[in-house]
Structure formats: C-alpha cells, structure tokens
C-alpha cells in the first residue's frame, strides 16, 4: 500500500509503504551529503507497562544492545564503531526508538545488525543488573535536583493512576524487582513487525530501501495474537499544593495544568501559547519576570507533544525570599491569557518563532527519519507534517484565549525549596 507526499519547505517526496507483514516504512531521499539515517518505531513505550514494572522499557533499551542469541555486547560495539556509525536505542512515554546513522555503503549492514538486535536480544544477566544498578542510580542522582523533585511530584499529582504519572525511568522500587524474564515477556508481545514503523532519509531511493528492508525483515511474521489493548485510566482534574521543603539556595516554583493531546483541535493553539510564554530570551515569562523584575534565575514554560492528555507547566527558579511573589508573578502571566486577547503582532511573532524552528529541525536525515516517523508511530500519519503548519497558521487571537481559557482553570502547584519559604504560601 504504497503512498507519498511532498513535504515543504525541503519538497522533498516522502514515501510510505506497508509491507505484507504489516511494518510500516517511510523513505525520503535526500542525497546532500553520503549519510543514510534510520529510525525504528515500536508502538509503545512506558505508558504500556504495568504500573508494578514501571521503568520497564527503559531497562529493555539500556538492555536491548548488550547481547543477542549471536552477538556479545562487545562484538555488536566493535561492529557499529569499525565503521564509524551511530547506532542507539531509546525509550518514551509513546514510543520504543532504536536509532542508526552510518555512509550509505554501510546501511545495508548495520540495518542487519539492528534487525538482530531487536528480533533475538539475550538480555544477560549480568548486564541487566549492571544497567539496573545505573538506572537506580539516575532515579537516586534526580532526587536532589530541586527541579527535578518539583516535576516529578506535579506529574504524580497531575496524573493520579495514568501511567504518565511516573518516568521513564521508573521508581527504585520497581527497577529493583525488573528482571530478564520481564524483559523478555514485554519484548515478545511488543517487539513484532505489525507494531513497527521504519523511517529512512538519505543517500537512497525509496524503492531500494523498501527492497533492503524487506530483505532484513520480511520473513518476520507477526503472531497470531493481537497487540494488548491499551486501556488507561481517566485523569480527573483536582487542583492541589505539592511541596518539598529543602535547604536549597533558590526555591523551585512550577505552575501545571492538563492539557490537550497531540489530536486535539486546541494542539496548534496551545503550542503558540507555550512559543509566547516560554520560549527564548524573547518571551513573555523571559522579558517580565527576569529582565524587567529581575525575579527569576531561570523561568520557561513546556508543553510536550504527547499521545494522551499532555500537561503545561510553567516553572521559574528564584532567589527563596521572592518565592510568593514568583508564584504570583507566573499565575498573573498565564491568567492574563485568560483575560487579554494577545494582539495580531504578538501572535504571528510567535507563529513566526514557532515555525521557524519547526523547519530548522528538519535540516539532517536524521531529522527527517525522527520527526516523520514519529508522526507515524503516534498514528497522525506523514500528512502531519502540514498539517501541523496549516493549524498554526489558521490560529486567531481569539482562537488562543479559548484555548487558554479552557485549560487555564485553577493550576496544581509544585514548590521545592526551604521550608521557611513554602509555608509563606501554604500558610
């Protein structure tokens, strides 16, 4: 079922096809320079585990490179660097990702090296409590970061039960029960051609990438069992303080709100939101809570792109002493979204900032392979693409305040820093 599209601003033709065992392969062809980058998509990631195996899939991509039925971690090291390539494996909250980079006259051999990788991984054991231990590590080295603290306990309290609730990384309490045996369980139920999306971009042309990937995959046969049904609890909107009193030199304020999911008609507007707030020594929070009322050592906003209900934050470090007025500061800025329609020009200022950036990050092939084979895995298909542009486009100011008034409502707050200064506002 093969499809294509031509993507501005590069015009470059984006090809689509599903082969007969159901993986999905995107192919752009761009011969700039002798380099073919490759992203491989599995449809799922942390929001798929058990709440008990939380960190799950993080381990399995700390794990996946160490070892297959053939190879040990070594050999599959010394076969990726002998020929200067890139060869990584991720994991999100949306997606698993193993990432390659190599010259076009080595792709055909390291995309059969990543098929081995991911189709017969060992999982040592030596290796997944080595990774275990390092993982436990990361969660532990998080606990004293005052930002850190202050995001993880709004997302817990933003998302209650929903798998978004945790990172990553997971807990010290479920990585420490992680064994290869779950491993291996969670990697024969999603790890499966008809869950897989291939996104190439380079020195190639789609046909001999369709053939080369068939040739590496095509005798994978998907089981006869369906792919679990994800089935996630619903968030329920309850405001609330979450504090952290520690003796830190700056106290830690963030702002949260449920917000919309990638599909949501509100996306587009949302994301302009967060370009006028947070993005850049230009923005909004930026120009008046640090330059003009020299209130804050760091300030910003996020909104991640998520398949479910995201989350807004802003979030501003400041000296202890100013942490009321801090706070206030940042709820006046997003409230005053609620009740100032932003002018023509500050829109299409952010509309500028936004899309320019937006085409800055697909200049490499190994933009182009992430950011159309992203789309793909979340199910919005390479169409997305412009899409996305045409909904930033069409964003009115009157469009924005909507969108700011219906997510804006009462913010759950997280606060880290000393306690004399926390119960300043708790009190």
């Known amino acids: 079922m093969p499809s294509s599209l031509t993507a501005s601003p590069q015009q470059s033709i984006i090809h689509r096809t599903v082969l007969d065992n159901g993986i999905v392969v995107i192919a752009i062809e761009n011969s700039a320079a002798d380099i073919i980058a490759s992203r491989l998509f599995f449809r799922t990631g942390s929001q798929r585990e058990p709440r008990d195996k939380a960190g799950l899939t993080h381990l399995l991509a700390a794990v996946l490179t160490k070892g297959?039925?053939?190879?040990?971690?070594?050999?599959?090291?010394?076969?990726?660097?002998?020929?200067?390539?890139?060869?990584?494996?991720?994991?999100?909250?949306?997606?698993?990702?193993?990432?390659?980079?190599?010259?076009?006259?080595?792709?055909?051999?390291?995309?059969?090296?990543?098929?081995?990788?991911?189709?017969?991984p060992s999982f040592p054991e030596t290796e997944v409590e080595l990774e275990r231990y390092l993982t436990i590590q990361d969660i532990r080295s998080q606990k004293e970061q005052p930002f850190s603290i202050a995001f993880e306990q709004l997302r817990q309290a933003?998302?209650?039960?929903?798998?978004?609730?945790?990172?990553?990384?997971?807990?010290?309490?479920?990585?420490?029960?992680?064994?290869?045996?779950?491993?291996?369980?969670?990697?024969?139920?999603?790890?499966?051609?008809?869950?897989?999306?291939?996104?190439?971009?380079?020195?190639?042309?789609?046909?001999?990438?369709?053939?080369?990937?068939?040739?590496?995959?095509?005798?994978?046969?998907?089981?006869?069992?369906?792919?679990?049904?994800?089935?996630?609890?619903l968030i329920t909107t309850q405001?609330?303080?979450?504090?952290?009193?520690?003796?830190?030199?700056?106290?830690?304020?963030?702002?949260?709100?449920?917000?919309?999911?990638?599909?949501?008609p509100d996306y587009g507007a949302l994301k302009l939101l967060n370009t006028y707030l947070g993005n850049g020594l230009s923005s909004r929070l930026f120009v008046e809570l640090r330059e003009k009322r020299g209130l804050a050592y760091d300030v910003s906003a996020?909104?991640?792109?998520?398949?479910?209900?995201?989350?807004?934050?802003?979030?501003?470090?400041?000296?202890?002493?100013?942490?009321?007025?801090?706070?206030?500061?940042?709820?006046?800025?997003?409230?005053?979204?609620?009740?100032?329609?932003?002018?023509?020009?500050?829109?299409?200022?952010?509309?500028?900032?936004?899309?320019?950036?937006?085409?800055?990050g697909k200049q490499t092939n190994a933009q182009l392979a992430q950011i159309y084979g992203w789309y793909e895995t979340l199910g919005l298909g390479i169409e997305f693409d412009l899409k996305f542009q045409q909904q930033i486009a069409k964003v009115t100011p009157e469009m924005a305040q909507a969108a700011a008034q219906r997510f804006f409502g009462e913010p759950y707050i997280s606060l880290v820093g000393p306690a004399e200064a926390i119960n300043q506002i708790l009190s």
């Open 68 to 120: 297959t039925d053939e190879l040990s971690s070594i050999e599959i090291a010394e076969r990726v660097e002998s020929v200067g390539a890139q060869l990584n494996t991720d994991a999100a909250t949306d997606y698993f990702l193993l990432s390659l980079k190599t010259v076009s006259s080595d792709w055909l051999d390291m995309l059969k090296l990543a098929g081995q990788i991911l189709r017969s």
């Open 158 to 233: 933003l998302y209650q039960d929903h798998p978004y609730a945790v990172s990553v990384l997971g807990t010290e309490a479920t990585v420490s029960e992680l064994l290869p045996t779950d491993l291996k369980d969670y990697h024969q139920t999603y790890f499966r051609p008809d869950n897989l999306v291939i996104s190439v971009a380079g020195r190639i042309s789609p046909e001999a990438a369709v053939q080369q990937i068939e040739q590496v995959f095509g005798d994978w046969q998907p089981p006869s069992t369906p792919l679990p049904t994800l089935t996630l609890p």
């Open 302 to 360: 996020f909104y991640p792109t998520r398949q479910c209900d995201s989350l807004f934050v802003t979030y501003m470090g400041t000296a202890p002493e100013n942490t009321v007025i801090a706070m206030e500061g940042l709820r006046t800025e997003v409230e005053r979204l609620c009740s100032l329609r932003l002018s023509e020009a500050e829109l299409q200022a952010a509309k500028n900032k936004l899309l320019g950036q937006y085409a800055l």
């Open 239 to 264: 405001p609330c303080h979450v504090v952290t009193p520690q003796e830190t030199q700056q106290s830690v304020v963030m702002l949260g709100y449920l917000a919309s999911s990638v599909t949501d």
